[in-house]
């Protein structure tokens, strides 16, 4: 029901690196887990809405004061930071 | 003076009347923490802040301060739930050296009632799996039989609480994972509506069915913390207020009242027979008070299963993307941008947080979107719609009596080569979370711990915010 390519395909949407000697137990447990699901296929679902979360409230807003973080601002914890900004590596580069 | 069977009502009313004091209670809990080390229950004990914090409920009470309902009530919460200023880990390597920087509302609530943050306990990574082996950190024994599991994955929660290490822990539950261990552990384990208490710094495992709730000795001391935590938050805009009555002084005549609906798919041929035997016993005794008793049905419930490991790992997918080594930990090693990403993930993360983010970013990807994310978010409808019709106001039940789990805790490695038999652990915990509904479960009968016995749990599921009528129940039967 999946493939490896498959597998490596979703490895990289999720932007996960798996070593390949893992790439086989993983097929083999995805492919059980997903041949349990066939037995939705037999249940009529024709007229059913969907559930899209755990609540039904909805219009659910708060007063659009800004905050801070007690003490810290919470830039002390990035792995990398410069004068208090979020540092990354350059998003385009070749 | 011995705390360790003391519950919260006892440890409240020998403090209030100073036959011992908040500190005493502290540092005797610690000490056996400590002498419990090889057990696994607690990731870090908070020593000095708690002694510190301990310290300032006895001034108060010297100098005649009004009081919380939890004043002096050491509780231990589970390592996802974020405690300003030290570390939140949720059982992960990659949040390794993570601190958090502001308190998550239940621990907020907590503080305001008067309890005393003991510390952090073991679960699994992210909160999944059934058994807490999937901690990166260590792993946690069963007080009962160390040989064995304390389920999970509040894991660490639910065996300090059955090791009497304290009096109650917080734990969250996604698909049972407040019940299940409860269960294993010989406590009780109380999982509230969704939306009932904040899940404002708790990391979130899949937003549509996490919740939090207490693990306690007593069913009276779930209301307790329950009463504490609970109440809309404006961080969490799925949090509300409700109506719940009376929640700590249940009206036992008005309880004698309450309809018990006994669901033919939660007793199935599967169940081990010990089991089995316990919560016969246990309906039994409600049987034998001359409570209404009856059959129903929630035909869908074959289908939980496979609804529930479709939409949390598809939440899961979503909900763990962030922990790209940006702004939380990095691998080392990487220099291009989605180097990062995928080395810090797939290093970071332990196999079975990397096979449900999979399995979760197969479900909602193009192609299979609407065969298994569409089709499981309808079913999701349709096993809710059983709760609903069996709670019917006219002719329905009230509370829903279920087992907990369908065996006794099983042995360390038994089922982590199969995930499918591990997922199986959660079949008769998650359709609650799938329909959002309360539910208690609550030990078949008091047991030593390693006596040679195994606990059993049973399961009462109310209507949405009716936590009264299962807390109530519950109640009912530690008392009788």
Not at chain 2, 264 to 277: L, T, W
Not at chain 2, 297 to 306: G, I, W
Not at chain 2, 313 to 341: C, H, K, Q
């Amino acid at each position: 029901m999946i493939s490896r390519e498959e597998l490596r395909h979703l490895a990289d949407l999720a932007r996960i690196n798996i070593p390949e000697e893992r790439e086989s137990q993983l097929v083999h447990d995805l492919a059980g887990i997903l041949k349990h699901f066939d037995e939705l296929k037999s249940v009529k679902t024709d007229a059913v809405l969907p559930v899209t979360g755990g609540t039904e409230l909805v219009g659910i807003v708060r007063d659009d004061t800004p905050s801070t973080l007690p003490g810290k601002t919470g830039v002390e914890l990035f792995p990398e930071s410069d004068e208090g900004f979020l540092k990354v590596p350059a998003v385009f580069s070749d | 003076m011995d705390f360790k069977k003391l519950t919260i009502g006892e440890l409240r009313q020998g403090i209030d009347a100073k036959s011992f004091s908040a500190r005493e209670v502290v540092m005797a809990l610690m000490g056996e923490i400590e002498a419990n080390a090889d057990l696994g229950a607690f990731l870090e004990i908070f020593g000095k802040d708690a002694e510190a914090e301990a310290e300032a409920v006895d001034r108060a009470i010297a100098d005649g301060m009004p009081l919380g309902p939890l004043a002096g009530i050491p509780i231990a919460l589970k390592d996802n739930m974020a405690v300003s200023g030290k570390r939140v880990t949720a059982g992960s390597k990659i949040l390794e050296r993570y601190v958090a920087s502001y308190d998550a509302t239940v621990v907020k609530k907590l503080r305001e009632a008067g309890a005393i943050i003991i510390g952090r306990t073991n679960m699994d990574e992210f909160a999944m799996g059934s058994s807490t082996e999937t901690s990166a950190y260590f792993k946690t024994k069963n007080p009962f039989d160390r040989s064995r599991v304390p389920g999970g994955s509040s894991g660490g929660s639910a065996a300090a609480v059955g090791a009497g290490l304290v009096p109650a822990a917080l734990g969250s539950d996604t698909g049972g994972s407040i019940r299940q261990p409860a269960a294993y552990c010989g406590a009780v384990g109380f999982k509230p509506t969704y939306g009932a208490v904040s899940r404002f710094g708790l990391f979130a495992m899949a937003s549509s069915l996490d919740q939090i709730g207490p693990i306690t000795r007593t069913v009276a001391d779930a209301a307790r913390v329950f009463d504490a935590i609970r109440g809309a938050d404006p961080r969490d805009s799925t949090s509300t207020d409700a109506d719940y009555g009376n929640l700590l002084n249940p009206d036992m005549a008005a309880v004698k009242q309450l309809k018990i609906g006994v669901p033919k798919e939660y007793f199935i041929d599967g169940i081990d027979a010990n089991v089995a035997r316990a919560v016969e016993s246990a309906l039994d005794k409600f049987r034998r008070a001359g409570f209404s008793i009856k059959e129903v049905s929630l035909p869908h419930t074959q289908y939980a299963l496979s609804v529930y490991y479709i939409i949390m790992p598809a939440e899961v997918s979503t909900n763990l993307a962030r922990f790209d080594g940006i702004r939380y930990g990095r691998a080392e090693g990487a220099e291009r941008l989605i180097d990062i990403y995928r080395k810090t993930k797939g290093e970071g993360f332990g196999p079975e947080v990397i096979r449900r983010i999979l399995l979760g970013t197969f479900v909602l990807s193009a192609g299979y979107y609407d065969a298994f994310y569409g089709k499981a978010q309808r079913v999701r409808r349709l096993i809710a719609d059983d709760f609903h019709a069996a709670f019917d106001p006219a002719s329905g039940v009230d509370v829903l009596f279920a087992p907990t789990t369908a065996n006794p805790p099983f042995r360390f490695g038994e089922k982590s080569a199969d995930p499918l038999s591990m997922y199986l652990e959660d079949l008769f915990t998650l359709p609650v979370n799938l329909a959002g509904l309360p539910a208690i479960s609550i030990p078949v009968e008091r047991i030593a711990p390693e006596g040679g016995k195994l606990p059993v749990g049973f399961q009462l599921i109310g209507r949405h915010f009716r936590e009264a009528d299962i807390l109530g129940l519950g109640q009912w039967y530690e008392e009788n």
